[in-house]
Structure formats: structure tokens, C-alpha cells
T-cell receptor
Framework: NAGVTQTPKFQVLKTGQSMTLQCAQD?????MSWYRQDPGMGLRLIHY???????DQGEVPNGYNVSRSTTEDFPLRLLSAAPSQTSVYFC????????????FGEGSRLTVL | GENVEQHPSTLSVQEGDSAVIKCTYS??????FPWYKQELGKGSQLIID?????GEKKDQRIAVTLNKTAKHFSLHITETQPEDSAVYFCAASNPNTGNQFYFGTGTSLTVIP
């Protein structure tokens, strides 16, 4: 059972570089989301999607882009990385949006120098 | 939007003792309250949830209570074991009005053998 798969697990970037965090789920979930986790701040929602072709902003969307071309994939793009984007990123999916269980990936630790 | 506060931020208990983590929320319309457990280096997993039409729910050693009037809910873990050591997050949502979970800032629980 793959569940939610995130890649890469670790990444170091220089300020201004771009990169994409990949997220894929094999549970046919319509709802997918990206969170960042910072010390003392819990999980904060970056972007989410309620289905293919539909995305929306969460609490902290600035500096990030997303797309949802298929049900399975929900990549998160950093166009010009900044040190403030150093964080641990989690992708999560749900069958019932915010009515039911979120299934999380194992996280991607990003450091921006 | 919703604001979820969680206390304490750290908690140490002796094995076999009980642990209680408390959360408050601001939006009286929130009606779904899950608790997630995050073990080191892993994504979070749902351990128990409660909906606003009930006041308490139990699952073996874990229970959650909800006081809608006071807008707070609590996680109770009895007979704690070392494997209960983890970071615990509470969350709140209102599926009728939005597609976001609002998470607390987390509680790092250490169970001392």
C-alpha cells in the first residue's frame, strides 16, 4: 500500500533557485493539500485541491504554485526559493475533503541557504 | 478564519500515567475535530476524531471530549506507554463552509519508562 508518496525527502537549495516537490496518491482521493510545518507553528495549509483542474489557496500561499492535472498528482512549485521557505513540507489527501481522515506523506525537509 | 490553540507544547509523563492535551477553537461553526499523531520522521496519522453532535468518544486507551459551549476539546491517553511518545496535533474544520483544516501548534509528548 503506497498511500501518499512525496519526493524528495531532503533538498538543499540556494536562494533564488526553483524546485518542485512531488506528491502522488494511489487511493483515488479527490482532495489533496500541502502543508508546511515550522517549530511552534503547527501545520499550516499552503494550497489545496478538491479535484483535478481545481486548486485554491490556503493560509500561507505566497511563493508557492500548484497544479492538479490528474487525480493522483499534486506538485508544489517554488519558483524563487527564499530562506523563509526553509521548512518541512507535508502532502496530504482525503476522500471526504475536511469531513474525514487526512492521509499524510512522510514529509520533505527543505533548506534554503 | 478559525484559530486553534493547543496546550501544553511539551508534556512528560511516567509510563502508566495519564496524559491530557487541550485545544480551544474560535469559530463556533466548526463541527469536526480530529487528533493526529506524528512520530519522528513520519507523516501524521489520525488517532481519533469527534463530531459536534457528540460530547465524548473512546477508542481503547484514547478518548476525546468536546465542550461546544466553551469551544474546547481534549485528548486523553490513559495507561501511557513509551510508544505513545510523539507529537500530537488537534484540528478543527467546518465542512459546510470551507475546505481547510485548522491545526493547533502541536504537543510533544514524552512517556518516560
Amino acid at each position: 500500500n503506497a498511500g501518499v508518496t512525496q519526493t524528495p525527502k531532503f533538498q538543499v537549495l540556494k536562494t533564488g533557485q526553483s524546485m518542485t516537490l512531488q506528491c502522488a496518491q494511489d487511493m483515488n482521493h479527490e482532495y489533496m493539500s500541502w502543508y508546511r510545518q515550522d517549530p511552534g507553528m503547527g501545520l499550516r495549509l499552503i494550497h489545496y485541491s478538491v479535484g483535478a483542474g481545481i486548486t485554491d489557496q490556503g493560509e500561507v500561499p505566497n511563493g508557492y504554485n500548484v497544479s492538479r492535472s490528474t487525480t493522483e498528482d499534486f506538485p508544489l512549485r517554488l519558483l524563487s526559493a527564499a530562506p523563509s521557505q526553509t521548512s518541512v513540507y507535508f502532502c496530504a489527501s482525503s476522500r471526504q475533503s475536511v469531513r474525514g481522515e487526512l492521509f499524510f506523506g512522510e514529509g520533505s525537509r527543505l533548506t534554503v541557504l | 478564519g478559525e484559530n486553534v490553540e493547543q496546550h501544553p507544547s511539551t508534556l512528560s509523563v511516567q509510563e502508566g500515567d495519564s496524559a491530557v492535551i487541550k485545544c480551544t477553537y474560535s469559530d463556533s461553526a466548526s463541527n469536526y475535530f480530529p487528533w493526529y499523531k506524528q512520530e519522528l520522521g513520519k507523516g501524521s496519522q489520525l488517532i481519533i476524531d469527534i463530531r459536534s453532535n457528540v460530547g465524548e468518544k473512546k477508542d481503547q486507551r484514547i478518548a476525546v471530549t468536546l465542550n461546544k459551549t466553551a469551544k474546547h476539546f481534549s485528548l486523553h491517553i490513559t495507561e501511557t506507554q513509551p510508544e505513545d511518545s510523539a507529537v500530537y496535533f488537534c484540528a478543527a474544520s467546518n465542512p459546510n463552509t470551507g475546505n481547510q483544516f485548522y491545526f493547533g501548534t502541536g504537543t510533544s509528548l514524552t512517556v518516560i519508562p
